[in-house]
């Protein structure tokens, strides 16, 4: 088995996992909490390197206040329940996306954690927290801007290299697959630039029945598909 180096999941479906159960949008996302500790201990257990989240989005904001306090919980839960697993098992843990709007004592926890587990090297989890792409690459022009004009590059110096160097998730490859339960099938302001190449996979369950064994058969159908990067291959 070919092991992808990098996943991306966009975990959707929370909300309707939980209407179907007649109950609350929160106890859904408690539920796909739950469900992406298992995942992630399977994506190590399998060398996967790096995983990279969508936990929360720069339009998310526009959600239910009662939603978005618990999302906004999610990160001091991982700092006090889970920060001593990761920093044990050896896994990074990265928040990408704008620091400047989340409650204070969420942004101490997600401060505390990637000092704790900064030294993390069996594998790299970026949750993307109040994260859109727009912001990112906005963000990454502005940094190279400050480049030029600081006299630290030259114009015709930028290229993909400097890019990469300047997106949130600087460290980590492009993504090989992302997958995205619920069976939608768009890609919602979700690292547009380091999917340029990655294989898409949209199963139909929601997130929280989102299980190792449709792990697997992601990876399966990852393993069967025939990446070119815009080559032709034989065969
Ligand atoms: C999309 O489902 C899910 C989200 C917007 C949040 C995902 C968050 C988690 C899985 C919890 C982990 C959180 C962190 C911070 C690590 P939806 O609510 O859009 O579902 P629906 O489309 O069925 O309504």
Redo the contacts with the bound molecule.
């Keep these: 088995m070919n092991v992808p180096k990098h996943i991306g999941f966009i975990?959707?479906?929370?909300?309707?996992?939980a209407k179907e159960r007649n109950k609350t949008?929160t106890f859904?996302?408690r539920r796909?909490?739950e469900?992406?500790i298992d995942i992630l201990k399977v994506c190590q257990e399998i060398g996967v390197e790096y995983v990279t989240?969508?936990?929360?989005?720069t339009e998310?904001w526009n959600r239910p206040k009662k939603e978005i306090d618990y999302?906004m919980k999610?990160?001091v839960e991982?700092y006090k329940k889970y920060s001593k697993k990761f920093t044990e098992k050896k896994i990074k843990i990265n928040f990408i996306g704008r620091r400047d709007r989340i409650p204070k004592a969420t942004l101490k926890a997600i401060e505390t954690t990637e000092k704790d587990t900064e030294n993390g090297s069996s594998m790299v989890v970026n949750?993307a927290?109040d994260y859109g792409s727009y912001n990112e690459i906005t963000t990454c022009m502005k940094r190279i801007a400050k480049l030029v004009l600081n006299d630290k590059i030259t114009i015709d110096e930028i290229d993909e290299k400097i890019i990469g160097e300047n997106l949130f998730t600087f460290g980590s490859p492009n993504v090989d697959l992302l997958i995205r339960t619920?069976g939608e099938e768009r890609i919602s302001n979700f690292l547009l630039w380091q999917i340029a190449y990655s294989e898409f996979y949209f199963p139909a369950v929601?997130?929280p029945d989102f299980k190792k064994d449709q792990l697997l058969n992601a990876i399966d159908i990852y393993n069967s598909r025939n990446r070119r990067y815009g080559a032709v291959k034989e065969g």
């Design positions: 975990m959707d479906g929370n909300g309707r996992w949008r859904g996302h796909g909490f469900n992406l989240c969508y936990a929360f989005s998310n999302l999610v990160p991982i949750i927290f619920s929601y997130w």
